[in-house]
């Protein structure tokens, strides 16, 4: 009695059914009342008995293998007749579906907001369209005060526009929070104003530090520990003295060049540096704005622009390039 070769016959045959007919065929003449697995049973007494067990064994096993396998056959062959009524060619591969991901500029602000989580800054939001007060005057920008000119706005009307930093978040975190506070803002901005290295719309992260004795020196070895994780440990940074109505003393914060390490190049236009941010201790005017007292707290701020970063980070040279959405170009990263 070769069970192995019973085996092999049947389910050769039952996998090479091409229709319903071929298949019911098959059943019958392995699996069927007569057939020959049925055969294969009544003949086990007629072993020695010590093989008797483990023949009716085998023997189960293979039924339940051989009608898994029929099973499996008929929903092939109803599936492809069914395919075939619908006009479907089963065998031909599938069409990939794209997959999405993350926009570059998007991955470098999640990037920067994980730095300063690390450091024990919260995240904060607010709104695109932001009044006056909160984009300028509380910020310590007299109305009519030549300082707005730095910033090309979008006016939505008289006293309401498409904020042109996220340093509003500023004013609206401390309105609401009494000291300490530690947030970062990140956020879409908006100016007036499209070249290669501006666009209408683009991305910045706020930050604001305030609390007991809070110094200059606290802000140089935040963003010192910022610029080392995002561009590697090695990275110099340096700070000149610069002019902002919400900062007193103001800093703008440059980085070793990322592209020479220093020695001079193009995109840094031969002088080793890299502008990369705006920074300073807040004012005591802003304090005022919001109800703090400077006589008992200080506190650090800075804001960077994202694209910047990102630009820097991939050596893109065109801002641009970021939101025309030619997918040639963003799925490169
Ligand atoms: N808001 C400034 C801008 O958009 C950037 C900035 C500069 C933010 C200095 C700051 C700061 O918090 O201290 O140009």
Known sequence: M?????KSDASGQIGAAKDLDELNQAAVKWLGRKGALSEFMRRIPELEPDLRREAGQ???ALKKELEALLEEARERISGSAQARDEGLDISLPGRPVAAG???PINQVMEEI??????MGFDVVEGPEVELDWYNFEALNFPPDHPARDMQDTFFISGDVVLRTHTSSLQIRTMENTPP?????APGKVYRCDSDVTHT???HQVEGLLVGDGISFADLKGALTLFVQKMYGPNTPIRLRPSFFPFTEPSA???IGCVICRGSGCRVCSGTGWLEVLGSGMVHPNVFKNVGYDSSLITGFAFGLGVERIA????GVDDLRRFFENDLRFLSQF
């Open 2 to 6: 070769d069970i192995d070769k019973l």
């Open 311 to 314: 630009m820097l980070k991939y």
């Open 180 to 184: 300490p506070v530690k947030v970062i």
């Open 101 to 103: 991901s993350i926009h």
């Open 200 to 202: 209408p719309m683009f």
């Open 113 to 118: 907001c994980d730095i300063f989580v690390q």
């Open 58 to 60: 085998k023997l189960n």
């Open 252 to 254: 703008e914060v440059d």
